[in-house]
């Protein structure tokens, strides 16, 4: 099946500054990615979904100021979490779709582990 | 989002048991996906079933698409322990993750 990677795999910081997290799609083009963020022991909120070369869907709550979306080729999409808090720990895992006809897939990254301080 | 509840939200069975879990939409669904989840790991996607009323089988697993394509379910025969994980549904075309059942499997 495709691959779909993430950078870094985990990482912590500290309160107020931002980071940046990566989604690429290795073997395949992806024009929509997905971001969503699971807590321990819950499902995944899907955050927004990502369009190359357009500007991101966010769902509802999610402060597009705060989490920037940016998906500028169809092998690469970015989330920053800029001024990050502690409420912002989280597990962030993108997904890239791959579609033909009826057929939809997500190919999900591992994954980002963010600790924020 | 779409609201989609599942239920149980945790089943813990023997292995050879039997297990299902339900997947309920406030709204009608264009089609209904399932992903496992294994502990510490990122959803793999199992199947998609488009047609109301439709029913597929993977080995031991099989997925039921309601009438009205509001539910779904998936069943497992004879549970192993490699089919420990969490189970979702994912709705339509905007991939709203289900609640989720967490399958815990007794040697």
């Known amino acids: 099946g495709a691959v779909v990677s993430q950078h870094p795999s985990w990482v912590i910081c500290k309160s107020g500054t931002s980071v940046k997290i990566e989604c690429r799609s290795l073997?395949?083009?992806?024009?929509?990615m997905f971001w969503y963020r699971q807590f321990p022991k819950q499902s995944l909120m899907l955050m927004a979904t990502s369009n190359e070369g357009s500007k991101a869907t966010y769902e509802q709550g999610v402060e597009k100021d705060k989490f920037l979306i940016n998906h500028a080729s169809l092998t690469l999409s970015t989330l920053t979490v800029t001024s990050a808090h502690p409420e912002d720990s989280s597990f962030y895992i993108c997904s890239a779709r791959v579609v033909a006809g009826t057929y939809n897939e997500q190919f999900f990254g591992p994954g980002t582990r963010l600790t924020v301080l | 989002g779409q609201q989609v509840m599942q239920i149980p939200q945790y089943q813990h069975v023997q292995e050879g048991e039997d297990f299902t879990t339900y997947c309920n939409s406030s709204?009608?669904?264009?089609?209904i996906q399932w992903y496992k989840q294994r502990p510490g790991g990122h959803p793999v996607f199992l199947i998609q079933?488009?047609?109301?009323?439709e029913v597929k089988k993977q080995k031991r697993l099989t997925f039921q698409f309601g009438e009205a394509k509001k539910n779904s379910s998936l069943h497992i025969t004879a549970t192993q322990t490699t089919d420990v994980g969490t189970y979702f549904c994912?709705?339509?075309?905007?991939?709203?993750f289900g609640t989720g059942t967490s399958l815990t499997v007794i040697p």
């Open positions: 994912v709705t339509g075309n905007q991939f709203y």
């Open positions: 073997d395949f083009q992806a024009t929509t």
């Open positions: 079933l488009v047609k109301s009323g």
């Open positions: 709204t009608t669904l264009s089609n």
